[in-house]
Each structure stands twice: as C-alpha cells, then as structure tokens.
C-alpha cells in the first residue's frame, strides 16, 4: 500500500471512530444500504476489533480516542438490558444514545466480551468480560455474520482462547488474583481441546458442523493468534483452509475467473459456501488474498523473504482495483471486473478498515524488508 493511499485509508478509519463525540465506533456512515438498510450503529464486535486495530496503528497516538471508546463500554455494560439477554453479548447499539437496539435481531453474540478484553487492557472492564467467557464459552451464539445459531463456532472459540490466556496472565501480574488466572486458565484450556475438533478429515479448518466453509475462520487466525503454534499462520491446517477456500472462490466467482484468465495475481473473497445475502459477493473483510499467495509459497516455491514480500503485494492488488480514494465498500460484485460497476453495500465499513490496518504492509514490509538488508 502507497504512503499516500495508507494515509487516506487511516484518515476514513478515524472518521468512523468516536462517533457524534459518543466514543462508540460506528459500522458506517451509510444509513441506506442493500438489505441491510441502516448500518450507522455501534456493534460490539466491530468496535472492539476496530479499537484493538487502531492502538496498534497509532500507539500512544490512540489514547483519546481509545479513552472515550473504553468509557463508552463502561456505560454500556452498566445499564439494563431490555431485550432480556445479558448486556455483555448485546452485539448493536445506538448512536450517540449508547443504549441496545430493540429491533429483531440474532442475539446473544458471545465474541463481544472476548474482544473488548483483548482490546481494552483496563482490569476492572476485563475481568467482568473475562468472568462471563470463562462461565459461558460453550453457550450458544449467533455466527460472526448474525445469520445462524451455535455452539461451536470456531470464530469464537479462538479468540476467546486468546482473550482468557492474555487475561490470566494479566490476572497473575498486574491484577494480583492468582484464583482467576487459575480460572482463565482451564478455561482456555477447555476451549484448546475443543479446537482440535474443527479440523475436517481433509484437513481445513471448518467454522461449525452446520456452515463449514466460512472465511470467519481466516478472520479467527488473523484476531486470535498467540504466536504459540496452535493455528500459526504457516501451519498445515491454515495452509490447507487457504487452499480450500482459495479454490472455493475461485470456482463461486466469475471476477476471479476473469483475474485469472489476465494473470491478475490474488482471489477476492466472499463469506462462506452458499452465501446468498445481497448476491452473495466478494467481502470486503475477507478479502485478504494473501491467503492464496501464501499457499502458494509453501506448496510451490521455497518459503523466501522476497517471496513472501511478493506474496503480500499481489494480495493487495485484486482490492486496489476496485476500491478508490480509500473507501471501504462491504461488498462487490461477483460477476464483473469493471471497477465502475463493481463496489457493492454499505460504503466507509468501519471493520473493513480495521483489517486494512491490521493486515496493510505498512509495518509488516518494513520489518521485513530490515531483515532483507
């Protein structure tokens, strides 16, 4: 990504946050879009994964920002709930008021305290998110995209593994409560053992038994990796869920087959198998077509600095075509390679530029290229 473009995509990403002055983070600015209709509110999810995505980006630079984000948690977690779930897996809020959305929807979602905890790092806000994991890690939970309900997402599993490990360590230490890192701990450990579970017989990584090819799970190795060998990014169940789904989009989408036919490097990705919401098209938070080089990488060529350098370039190019000015769209048409006519959905997603961030070669080529000197 050019310094200019990263620039530009940072600028829209900050937009979004601190909405009307409230600290929440909106889902877009867009109030009227596809069949979603209106996505200027706050989700839970979003912010959080947003919030975690901006403290990395900007460092000490985040802290006003995160500052009102995190009292804007704190209020929300201490009101009455009136859709009788519990206000920690209330997934929409409303901007500014801060208080749940009341319309139908799929609730409970139970990432939402897993991922402010990660994000947060303030103890008394994390150990209430941490002590409702802990107790109801295996509830039932709608899905990262609110369509189906479950109790073996692997979305969740692994992020809440992540967020139970760092809290325990975090209760050890600085929190000085030795029985709750002792808690955190088989939790997690509970969780570990279920994981192993979601690797299928021809070894990809599914997201439940009843939607198995999902992109949620390639969402999960980028939000919830420890760095300690369980799903790392160069393991074979990662490599071989790259491939799957790889293959899959290929075959779902005829933008890819075109890209192909032109030696366009990268895959744009949808959902999951059978997606039909809006058309069923390419996403624009799966869209890390990294995924795809990589596998390549492994399988074909040696696993080298310069190529895998290479790999994270051509990965960002199948979304460069479509997207201009930085903008963010949900969506884009499956069927047609015209930039003109190809974005799609709710415009300036908030989630969509946290992934730019997190995943963007802004840090991760230069450290790279300081070990090619």
């Given amino acids: 990504m050019r310094a200019f473009e990263a620039a ?18 909106m889902a877009s600015p867009d109030h009227a879009t596809g069949p979603g209709g209106d996505y200027y509110y706050a989700w839970a999810r979003d912010g959080a994964l947003s919030m975690h995505a ?9 802290e006003e920002k995160m500052g009102k984000w995190l009292s804007w948690v704190e209020r929300s977690m201490n009101q009455p709930d009136p859709n009788d779930v519990d206000i920690l897996v209330e997934p929409k809020y409303l901007i500014p008021q801060g208080t749940p959305y009341t319309g139908g929807w799929c609730r409970p979602q139970n990432d939402g305290p897993g991922l402010r905890a990660v994000a947060g790092k303030v103890w008394e806000l994390v150990r209430r998110n941490l002590d409702w994991v802990a107790a109801n890690h295996s509830s039932e939970t709608c899905d990262l995209w609110e369509e189906v309900r479950s109790s073996d997402f ?12 760092l809290g325990s360590k975090f209760a050890a230490s600085a929190g000085k409560d030795e029985a709750r890192a002792a808690k955190y701990s088989t939790a997690a450990k509970e969780i570990e053992q ?29 939000v919830g990796d420890l760095e300690d ?17 790889s293959d899959l989009f290929c075959k779902s989408y005829a933008v890819n087959q075109q890209a192909a036919a032109a030696k366009t490097p990268g ?10 919401y809006d058309g069923g098209n390419p996403w624009g938070g799966s869209m890390d077509a990294d ?39 949900r969506r884009m048409r499956r069927s047609t390679a015209m930039a003109a006519c190809s974005l799609k959905s709710a415009k300036d997603l908030t989630w969509n530029y946290a992934n730019g961030q997190r995943l963007s070669l802004r840090g991760a080529t230069a450290a790279a290229e300081e070990t090619l000197i």
Avoid: C
Avoid at 8 to 25: I, K, M, P, Q
Avoid at 154 to 165: E, V
Avoid at 269 to 275: I, T, W
């Fill in 54 to 62: 901006y403290l990395q980006t900007k460092g000490a630079g985040a």
């Fill in 229 to 245: 060998g369980l799903f790392g990014p160069l393991s074979t169940p990662v490599v071989r869920t790259l491939a799957t789904l």
């Fill in 291 to 329: 995924a795809n080089q990589v596998l390549h990488q492994l399988l074909g060529r040696d696993v080298t600095q310069q190529n895998l350098l290479g790999a994270g370039d051509a990965s960002l190019q199948p979304p460069g075509k479509y997207l201009t000015n930085g903008m963010h769209m």
């Fill in 8 to 25: 530009e995509v940072l600028r829209l990403f900050e937009a979004n946050l601190d909405a009307e002055g409230s600290g929440e983070v």
């Fill in 154 to 165: 692997f979305w969740n599993r692994y992020t809440m593994r992540k967020a139970l490990i």
């Fill in 267 to 276: 895959v744009l990705f949808g959902r999951y198998e059978g997606d039909s």
């Fill in 194 to 222: 279920q994981l192993g579970d979601h690797v299928d017989a021809s070894g990809y990584v599914f997201e439940s038994t009843d939607r198995r090819k999902d992109t949620a799970v390639i969402e999960a190795f980028n």
